[in-house]
């Protein structure tokens, strides 16, 4: 056991199956069905997993706002657009090969993206 390590996200949806394909699509998260039935998900790394969870107001505004790590973050914004995703901050450079943007789910969850050297 790591402590301290988040392991674990609920992520407010207003349709459980767009927002999980959502997430699949954008950061090929691995999508399971729990023993409750709760459509649940692994992320890339296996370090982190969750589910979504309706009934609860989508994260609209900055509070805690976690952030996903991409490869390429042009690609990633553009496929979010495609998808169903909105912008909500554009690319922002931080340095040389890092940069950093935030967008909204289709539940209208603000979440960010990552890339770094």
């Excluded at 407010?12 to 767009?18: G, H, K, Q």
């Excluded at 169903?84 to 450079?93: D, K, L, W």
């Excluded at 789910?105 to 603000?110: E, F, K, Q, S, V």
Aim: charged share 25%.
């Amino acid at each position: 056991m790591e402590a301290g390590k988040i392991c674990y996200l609920e992520i407010p949806a207003t349709d459980v199956e767009v927002s999980s394909a959502f997430y699949a699509k954008l950061f090929g998260w691995k999508l399971r069905t729990r023993g409750d039935g709760a459509r649940a998900f692994d992320d890339s790394t296996g370090a982190v997993s969750g589910s979504w969870v309706v009934g609860r107001a989508p994260a609209r505004e900055p509070g805690m706002l976690p952030y996903v790590m991409v490869e390429d973050i042009d690609r990633t914004l553009q496929q979010a657009r495609e998808i169903g995703g909105e912008i909500v901050t554009p690319r922002t450079a931080l340095g040389p090969g890092d940069a950093f943007a935030t967008l909204r789910d289709p539940a209208g969850n603000l979440l960010g993206i990552y890339h770094g050297r």
